[in-house]
Each structure stands twice: as C-alpha cells, then as structure tokens.
C-alpha cells in the first residue's frame, strides 16, 4: 500500500511538471511568433488553458474568501450580541429598580395620607426582620428609643392599624401584630357601635370575641378601636367581619372572625403613633380611679 500511494504521488508530480513545461515552451512560442498567423492557434491554446486554470483556481479561492468572511461575520455577530446581552440585563435592573421605586412611592403616598388624618405626631418606618417562630407575629422595625419609641405606641400600615410597640432598644424596635395569639385591642362594630375584643388568631386572622348573642352584627361589618384599652386612639380601622356565626347554647357570645385591612404579610412600612389611646392627662385620671 505505501508503494502504490508514492507511485501516485510521482505520477502527479510528473504530470504537473510536464504541464508546466508544456506551457512555458507554449508562452515562448507565443511570444516569439506573436505577429504572425502562425502562432495564432498556440495563442489562442495558450489563452484557453490560462482561463481553465484561472477558473481552476479562482472557485476554490472564493469559496474561501466567503467562509473566511462569514466567520468574521460570525466573530462581529457573536461580540454585538454579547454587548446585547449585557444592555439587556442592565436595563432590566434599571426597570426593576424604577418599579420598586414606584410601588414604595405609592405606599408610602398612603401613609402619607393616613398621616394627614392623625392629630398626634407620627413617624415612619421599616420592618427589617420578623420572629421565625409560627406562633408569634412579631416584626422588629429600624426606629427605637432614640427616635422616641415607648412600648405600646399604635403602629399603622395601608389598611390601618397593624399591631403596636412591645419592646424598644437604641435604634430598634418589635411590634406585636395583630394577628398574634396574645394581641389584645378593645374595638367596636362600627355600624352599630357593640363593643368586644379584637383577639389575634395567626394565620386565620382575628376574632371579635365577648360579643353577646342577640347583638346584630353583619358580614361585611367594619371593626375600628374603641379607645377603651388606653392605647389605640379611638377609631382607627382594624378589620372586616367575615363570617359570624351563634356558638352553643352554654356560650353566652358570637363567633365572629375578622380579616384585618392591614396585609400583615406585605407590608414594609409602617406609621409609629408617637402617643398612646390615652392623649391628656385628664383621661390618666379618670381611669386611675
């Protein structure tokens, strides 16, 4: 086998040689008789054999030539879409951050216009962190004792009141929601004015308990604070009453459950009461007796 491919090889070799030579004597030819008739033929052979070897050459050479462009074309195609890519992902973190821009401008708009209805100081503020725990509702807040927190000050979201201040320290704060199983707030059925206790149930929301049967109270009632704990000024909005129902005959109360208005899983910022339900020292007095 390696004999055959070396004889070949020579034959090839021998062939181009030889073809060569045949063109050159071919061009001296030409050259030397070009102003006679007699050459005419080995020109005209001459020029049909260096347009043969031209096409020979030239299909290859451009099929070349358009690969090596279309590569380059590739490469340029490849580098701009990289660049794209990068445009794209910047713009979308630009989008991503005017959004959330707009969405805090809306909620923080709301506060704003719950603060305007409020006679007593108030401040914002930040939820920054929540107790993990299932049975708690708790959430810390970035304002403390520097800011003027006290425990027990009302903390109001969107929807209204959200819980209150249980524990302040230099510049924190936790709030007890009220959907917490040891929130407490005196309320009122706003409609009719019957009084009960709006009691935390986690993650099912609130109850209006020591409401009495015989008490007409709908669904689709809304509940405020009734000013009677000494904490929540009267009337802020707690919740909506969602299904009320007479217990047993040895319970003197309705079971009525209450949706709160405030999203106490959504919400991200807050309204600090800087007051407690108790604004003038008249009403210490009172109640001390």
Known sequence: MPQ??????????????CLLLFLSVLGVVTVRFSG????????????????????????PLSRIKTL???????????????????????????????REALIENRRLRQLLDIKRHQNDKTLLAHIVGCDIAPWRAVV?????????L???????????????VIETSLSYSKVMLITDYQSRIAALVQRNRARGLLV???????????????????????????????????????????????????????E????????????EEVLILLSTGLSTSDEKDSLSR
Request: net charge positive; hydrophobic share 40%; with cysteine.
């Open 150 to 164: 006290l425990p027990d000050m009302p903390v109001l979201s969107q929807g209204g009141v959200i819980g209150r």
């Open 200 to 254: 935390g149930q986690g993650r099912k929301g609130c109850s209006l308990e020591y409401v009495e049967k015989g008490v007409d109270v709908e669904i689709g009632d809304t509940i405020i604070t009734s000013g009677m704990d000494a904490v929540f000024p009267k009337g802020l909005l707690l919740g909506e009453v969602v299904s009320v129902k007479a217990s047993d005959q040895s319970n003197l109360f309705q």
């Open 68 to 98: 090596w462009e279309s590569y380059c074309d590739l490469r340029e195609t490849k580098e701009e879409n990289e660049v794209l890519k990068a445009r794209l992902a910047q713009l979308q973190s630009e989008i991503t951050s005017y």
């Open 140 to 148: 810390t807040i970035d304002r403390g004792k520097k800011d003027g």
């Open 256 to 267: 009525i459950k209450v949706r709160p208005f405030s999203d106490v899983g959504k919400a």
């Open 36 to 59: 006679s008739n007699i050459a005419l033929p080995a020109v005209m052979m001459l020029k049909d054999t260096g347009d043969r070897l031209q096409q020979f050459l030239f299909v």
């Open 4 to 17: 055959k491919k070396t004889k070949s090889a020579k034959k090839k070799i021998i062939i181009v040689v």
